[in-house]
């Protein structure tokens, strides 16, 4: 008997990619431009290693990689490791240390804003609306978009973020959280995501349902894993696993 699923985020519920390319780009250009213009009001020059936005945003994500070695616990926690890399480069290029913080938590604002402008499948807002009134629900996602403000979290009562928990999947602590805050059992959920690393092992080997967004059949796929090719075709797999009883 299912009462609660679970939904993995990127990629399971709206694409990813595009918009972390975007985020990516866009709010170190911002930070470039807005920090350079605040400089010259001040008749200083611009900061000289991030004028270059390609040798700037290649410095940033060398000082992201690094401190996730560094810090491992806090390897799955990207606003932090994206927070200090920033606040390092700008003291490193200069800046004094308050000036800094401000800039960087400046910068972080504006990878939310961008981060935020996923576009959800169309088909899952009906989807999780109809799900609701029978199973309950929970993303739990190793990204670092905001979840009281992401598109669809007024369906999740219950929402984790993986890495800030300093559990990022595959870690089963992030999914017996979720469990844990759902009030309910492994066996009597279901998992969706994506990634048969970080979503479909975990949740098998803790005795979840699985059910694995992917549009690969070159697995042999686990008891209690099922693969359907898009989450549209969840209520058809759920409907089949009632009847199958
Ligand atoms: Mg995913």
Same mark, same amino acid.
């Given at each position: 008997?299912?009462?609660?699923?679970?939904?993995?985020?990127?990629?399971?519920?709206?694409?990813?990619?595009?918009?972390?390319?975007?985020?990516?780009?866009?709010?170190?250009?911002?930070?470039?431009?807005?920090?350079?213009?605040?400089?010259?009001?001040?008749?200083?020059?611009?900061?000289?290693?991030?004028?270059?936005?390609?040798?700037?945003?290649?410095?940033?994500?060398?000082?992201?990689?690094?401190?996730?070695?560094?810090?491992?616990?806090?390897?799955?926690?990207?606003?932090?490791?994206?927070?200090?890399?920033?606040?390092?480069?700008? =003291?490193?290029?200069? *800046?004094?240390?308050? $000036?800094?913080? !401000?800039? %960087? @938590?400046?910068?972080?604002?504006?990878?939310? /804003?961008?981060?935020?402008?996923?576009?959800?499948?169309?088909?899952?807002?009906?989807?999780?609306?109809?799900?609701?009134?029978?199973?309950?629900?929970?993303?739990?996602?190793?990204?670092?978009?905001?979840?009281?403000?992401?598109?669809?979290?007024?369906?999740?009562?219950?929402?984790?973020?993986?890495?800030?928990?300093?559990?990022?999947?595959?870690?089963?602590?992030?999914?017996?959280?979720?469990?844990?805050?759902?009030?309910?059992?492994?066996?009597?959920?279901?998992?969706?995501?994506?990634?048969? =690393?970080?979503?479909? *092992?975990?949740?098998? $080997?803790?005795? !979840?349902? %699985? @059910?694995?967004?992917?549009?690969?059949?070159? /697995?042999?796929?686990?008891?209690?894993?099922?693969?359907?090719?898009?989450?549209?075709?969840?209520?058809?797999?759920?409907?089949?696993?009632?009847?199958?009883?």
């Amino acid at each position: 008997m299912l009462h609660a699923i679970t939904f993995d985020l990127d990629d399971t519920l709206w694409d990813n990619a595009g918009v972390m390319e975007f985020t990516e780009h866009g709010h170190y250009r911002w930070l470039r431009e807005a920090l350079a213009a605040w400089r010259e009001a001040q008749g200083e020059a611009a900061l000289p290693g991030i004028q270059a936005h390609a040798e700037g945003l290649d410095d940033y994500v060398a000082r992201r990689l690094r401190l996730a070695r560094e810090v491992p616990e806090r390897r799955g926690d990207f606003t932090w490791l994206r927070l200090r890399a920033l606040e390092e480069q700008l =003291e490193a290029n200069g *800046l004094n240390r308050s $000036a800094a913080l !401000m800039w %960087a @938590a400046a910068a972080m604002n504006e990878f939310h /804003r961008l981060r935020l402008q996923v576009t959800p499948h169309p088909e899952a807002d009906p989807l999780l609306a109809r799900l609701s009134q029978r199973y309950r629900l929970a993303a739990i996602t190793n990204g670092n978009i905001h979840l009281a403000r992401q598109p669809l979290a007024h369906h999740f009562p219950v929402a984790i973020a993986a890495g800030e928990i300093l559990a990022p999947k595959p870690d089963p602590r992030a999914f017996l959280t979720a469990l844990d805050r759902l009030q309910t059992r492994p066996e009597h959920a279901m998992h969706v995501g994506d990634s048969w =690393e970080e979503d479909i *092992l975990p949740a098998n $080997a803790l005795g !979840m349902r %699985a @059910a694995w967004v992917s549009d690969r059949d070159d /697995r042999p796929l686990p008891h209690r894993v099922q693969r359907i090719a898009h989450v549209k075709e969840l209520p058809e797999l759920l409907a089949w696993l009632e009847k199958r009883g």
